[in-house]
């Protein structure tokens, strides 16, 4: 069983910072590429930044520049440094992930229970 616990949300002022974490646990062999997702009241579920085990990012254009993912292998966790927030930028964020198993050698992806983010003044 895999798990993805997010924190780090929560309510933050137009042009503040959060700081998102998101740790895989349980029966892992290997973390292979992880990303965050957002979805706004209304919308659909979008992409917001993507990390190779390795190390290789990408970014949807809204958030270049102002947001940065990084990981750390060692402890199969994902970050989302997210600075210049703007209201729009209010969302529900999951954090994805996809995960060898040991026990069958597949790698299925796994996603995070969500955390709230939310830019008000």
């Known amino acids: 069983q895999v798990q993805l616990v997010e924190s780090g949300g929560g309510l933050v002022q137009p042009g503040g910072s959060l700081r998102l974490s998101c740790a895989a646990s349980?029966?892992?062999?290997?973390?292979?590429?992880m990303g965050w997702y957002r979805q706004a009241p209304g919308k659909q579920h979008d992409l917001v930044a993507t990390i190779s085990r390795g190390g290789l990012t990408s970014y949807t254009d809204s958030v270049k520049g102002r947001f940065t993912i990084s990981r750390d292998n060692a402890k199969n966790t994902v970050y989302l440094q997210m600075n210049s927030l703007k209201p729009e930028d209010t969302a529900v964020y999951y954090c994805?992930?996809?995960?060898?198993?040991?026990?069958?050698?597949?790698?299925?992806?796994?996603w995070g229970q969500g955390t709230q983010v939310t830019v008000s003044s």
């Open positions: 994805h992930a996809q995960v060898e198993l040991p026990s069958t050698f597949r790698t299925d992806g796994y």
């Open positions: 349980g029966s892992i062999l290997r973390v292979y590429a």
